[in-house]
């Protein structure tokens, strides 16, 4: 490593929200965990290798490429694609036992290629997200007994998507689930033997437990976080995710100075004024210019100017004590105390990974601030999910076990 800008995947973390997810549901509910973009940015396989250890048995994607990388990874359980996947993929997808839903692309089932060994076929239903599914049973059912009659075909589930699971009211979800609970009804008393039922988002576990039916499917909870957390708190979780960058410069900035591109940001006192390397091309998103918040020794420090593509500009006049090579939080647990600039130069490139995976892991237990994700993008005017999702693949991960 050679800068000092990288993200520390906390594996212990995430294997702990698995757990308090599985305390939530009820016994006999089976655990799907999205992993789809990269497992919300996080790194498919060793979140694999953590669902593996944890006897996950499910996991969901939202694309059949996104499914082989999962096989590639040598998961053998339940493999689900969540999204569209056209006609001539669904050969593929049966080669390699994944998991669809069906879509409307498909046309006339009876006129799809045969599969080598029968492929597991998810059936929506569309009840208030208006995304994917059948709207009425009238639909489902010609579908649905044309994927039953296929000797290479087998009906697998039926599933909703809840669209407002984490809103303030729980009315739409309420409605949401009534609607799925009627169609599921009508179905089995036209005769047909209805398999897995799963509606529950992260949302849905951590608001009703009668949403779970036969499987949950979970995404952001699985990463540490609540999907609103002033709605749904869930203090239990621990981020899985910190991100972290370094002071490369402190300035004096003089009274009716500006500050970075545009100028937006002028001065009116004297400030020190720190750089830190990280931009946007690294996942800091530039709408956090002059609104964007970090820790530097565990106080926040604001935002100023504009943040440019890989490096940002911060006010440090109210921490006395930073100094060029402080580590700073873009968000995440606050800095080790033994990540020092004397301890990073004192270190060959190649031995700097292991060194910050160690350090990490040794303090973790001890309390340290928290700039929260969701903290930070709500200030982006944005979620927890994109930004997890955008730190780039230039950043470096870091797992720490």
Same mark, same amino acid.
């Given at each position: 490593?050679?800068?000092?800008?990288?993200?520390?995947?906390?594996?212990?973390?995430?294997?702990?929200?698995?757990?308090?997810?599985?305390?939530?549901?009820?016994?006999?509910?089976?655990?799907?965990?999205? @992993?789809? +973009?990269?497992? *919300?940015?996080?790194? #498919?396989?060793?979140?694999?290798? $953590?669902?593996?250890? =944890?006897? !996950?048995? %499910?996991?969901?994607?939202?694309?059949?490429?996104?499914?082989?990388? @999962?096989? +590639?990874?040598? *998961?053998?359980?339940? #493999?689900?694609?969540?999204?569209? $996947?056209?006609?001539? =993929?669904? !050969?593929? %997808?049966?080669?390699?036992?994944?998991?669809?839903?069906?879509?409307?692309?498909?046309?006339?089932?009876?006129?799809?290629?045969?599969?080598?060994?029968?492929?597991?076929?998810?059936?929506?239903?569309?009840?208030?997200?208006?995304?994917?599914?059948?709207?009425?049973?009238?639909?489902?059912?010609?579908?649905?007994?044309?994927?039953?009659?296929?000797?290479?075909?087998?009906?697998?589930?039926?599933?909703?998507?809840?669209?407002?699971?984490?809103?303030?009211?729980?009315?739409?979800?309420?409605?949401?689930?009534?609607?799925?609970?009627?169609?599921?009804?009508?179905?089995?008393?036209?005769?047909?033997?209805?398999?897995?039922?799963?509606?529950?988002?992260?949302?849905?576990?951590?608001?009703?437990?009668?949403?779970?039916?036969?499987?949950?499917?979970?995404?952001?909870?699985?990463?540490?976080?609540?999907?609103?957390?002033?709605?749904?708190?869930?203090?239990?979780?621990?981020?899985?995710?910190?991100?972290?960058?370094?002071?490369?410069?402190?300035?004096?900035?003089?009274?009716?100075?500006?500050?970075?591109?545009?100028?937006?940001?002028?001065?009116?006192?004297?400030?020190?004024?720190?750089?830190?390397?990280?931009?946007?091309?690294?996942?800091?998103?530039?709408?956090?210019?002059?609104?964007?918040?970090?820790?530097?020794?565990?106080?926040?420090?604001?935002?100023?100017?504009?943040?440019?593509?890989?490096?940002?500009?911060?006010?440090?006049?109210?921490?006395?004590?930073?100094?060029?090579?402080?580590?700073?939080?873009?968000?995440?647990?606050?800095?080790?105390?033994?990540?020092?600039?004397?301890?990073?130069?004192?270190?060959?490139?190649?031995?700097?990974?292991?060194?910050?995976?160690?350090?990490?892991?040794?303090?973790?237990?001890?309390?340290?601030?928290?700039?929260?994700?969701?903290?930070?993008?709500?200030?982006?005017?944005?979620?927890?999910?994109?930004?997890?999702?955008?730190?780039?693949?230039?950043?470096?991960?870091?797992?720490?076990?």
């Amino acid at each position: 490593m050679y800068r000092a800008t990288f993200s520390v995947i906390d594996l212990r973390a995430f294997a702990h929200n698995l757990r308090v997810v599985k305390e939530r549901i009820q016994a006999g509910t089976e655990l799907l965990v999205t @992993v789809k +973009a990269n497992a *919300y940015g996080h790194g #498919v396989g060793p979140i694999i290798q $953590v669902l593996r250890e =944890e006897g !996950v048995r %499910a996991v969901g994607v939202a694309s059949l490429e996104e499914g082989l990388q @999962v096989r +590639a990874c040598g *998961y053998d359980g339940m #493999v689900l694609i969540l999204g569209a $996947v056209g006609p001539q =993929e669904l !050969v593929v %997808a049966a080669e390699n036992k994944i998991d669809v839903s069906y879509t409307d692309t498909w046309g006339d089932i009876a006129q799809l290629p045969k599969m080598s060994r029968p492929l597991r076929v998810h059936t929506p239903f569309d009840t208030g997200m208006n995304r994917l599914g059948f709207k009425s049973i009238e639909d489902a059912k010609v579908v649905i007994t044309q994927i039953v009659k296929r000797p290479d075909m087998e009906w697998a589930g039926v599933s909703t998507h809840l669209a407002c699971s984490d809103g303030e009211s729980d009315a739409h979800a309420v409605e949401q689930v009534e609607r799925f609970v009627g169609m599921t009804r009508q179905l089995r008393e036209l005769g047909y033997q209805v398999p897995c039922v799963h509606a529950s988002n992260s949302g849905g576990v951590l608001r009703n437990p009668k949403w779970n039916f036969d499987m949950v499917r979970i995404g952001i909870v699985a990463y540490g976080y609540s999907p609103d957390e002033s709605v749904l708190p869930a203090p239990e979780l621990q981020p899985v995710m910190h991100f972290y960058s370094a002071i490369t410069r402190i300035a004096t900035v003089t009274p009716r100075e500006t500050i970075g591109y545009g100028a937006t940001f002028t001065a009116n006192k004297e400030m020190r004024v720190a750089t830190v390397a990280a931009g946007y091309a690294d996942g800091y998103p530039r709408v956090l210019s002059n609104v964007g918040k970090v820790l530097v020794r565990g106080v926040l420090a604001p935002v100023v100017g504009r943040v440019c593509m890989d490096q940002l500009m911060i006010d440090v006049s109210h921490i006395p004590t930073a100094r060029v090579g402080d580590f700073v939080t873009l968000f995440g647990i606050e800095p080790p105390a033994a990540w020092t600039i004397e301890a990073w130069n004192a270190r060959l490139p190649a031995d700097r990974a292991a060194w910050l995976v160690e350090t990490f892991a040794q303090a973790r237990n001890i309390q340290r601030n928290v700039l929260s994700l969701s903290d930070v993008a709500s200030l982006a005017g944005t979620i927890s999910y994109e930004m997890a999702c955008q730190v780039n693949p230039r950043v470096p991960k870091l797992y720490a076990k």
